[in-house]
T-cell receptor, first 115, second 109 residues
Framework: NAGVTQTPKFQVLKTGQSMTLQCAQDMNHNSMYWYRQDPGMGLRLIYY???????DKGEVPNGYNVSRLNKREFSLRLESAAPSQTSVYFCASSEIQTSGVNEQFFGPGTRLTVL | GQQLNQSPQSMFIQEGEDVSMNCTSS?????WLWYKQDPGEGPVLLIA?????ELTSNGRLTAQFGITRKDSFLNISASIPSDVGIYFCAGRYYSTLTFGKGTMLLVSP
């Protein structure tokens, strides 16, 4: 039971290049999330998927696209990377239970540098 | 959007001391969560609070869900060097979480 896994762990891109960050969870959770973490800014939500087949914008969606490929996988794509997208990206998943419990579990992160 | 004010921003304490940090918001939340992040790792859930006024402990950690639903605090008693890290509060209203900016804790042996 690996929890939430992310690939790659590190990536360096040149401005204008594209790439896809991969995330998978094996906890059978319905909801998945993508965050970025910048120094002094905490975690900011980029996109989320409340359930398979749905995606919604978070606080900072510009410059990103997402795909909920199936229940397990949720990918984040940068079509044309910019230096402002240099950050650490975290994927998370959760299961909203009837009791209201909604604890998010995080992956180890992808450290992206855009030159 | 909703915003959380987390304080203090950082703390440098001696091993054995108690620590207290808190989060406040102008909005109400249904859930308060406290996470710890070690260097180079993702956040790990420490404590979850689901009812206003709830006080919950996890070992040396104690957290409370404020009665107004707009604040929460986390206490760490008898700190040890492995408590070093960044602590985040997070509030949930519907399906998404809003995170505080974190409290960096440094513990001197």
């Amino acid at each position: 039971n690996a929890g939430v896994t992310q690939t790659p762990k590190f990536q360096v891109l040149k401005t204008g290049q594209s790439m896809t960050l991969q995330c998978a969870q094996d906890m059978n959770h319905n909801s998945m999330y993508w965050y970025r973490q910048d120094p002094g800014m905490g975690l900011r939500l980029i996109y989320y998927s409340a359930s398979e087949g749905t995606t919604d914008k978070g606080e900072v969606p510009n410059g990103y696209n997402v795909s909920r490929l199936n229940k397990r996988e949720f990918s984040l794509r940068l079509e044309s990377a910019a230096p402002s997208q240099t950050s650490v990206y975290f994927c998370a998943s959760s299961e909203i239970q009837t009791s209201g419990v909604n604890e998010q579990f995080f992956g180890p992160g992808t450290r992206l540098t855009v030159l | 959007g909703q915003q959380l004010n987390q304080s203090p921003q950082s703390m440098f304490i001696q091993e054995g001391e108690d620590v207290s940090m808190n989060c406040t918001s102008s909005s109400i939340f249904n859930t308060w969560l406290w996470y710890k992040q070690d260097p180079g790792e993702g956040p790990v859930l420490l404590i979850a609070l689901y009812k206003a006024g709830e006080l919950t402990s996890n070992g040396r950690l104690t957290a409370q869900f404020g009665i107004t639903r707009k604040d929460s605090f986390l206490n760490i008693s008898a700190s040890i060097p492995s408590d070093v890290g960044i602590y985040f509060c997070a509030g949930r209203y519907y399906s998404t979480l809003t995170f505080g900016k974190g409290t960096m804790l440094l513990v001197s042996p």
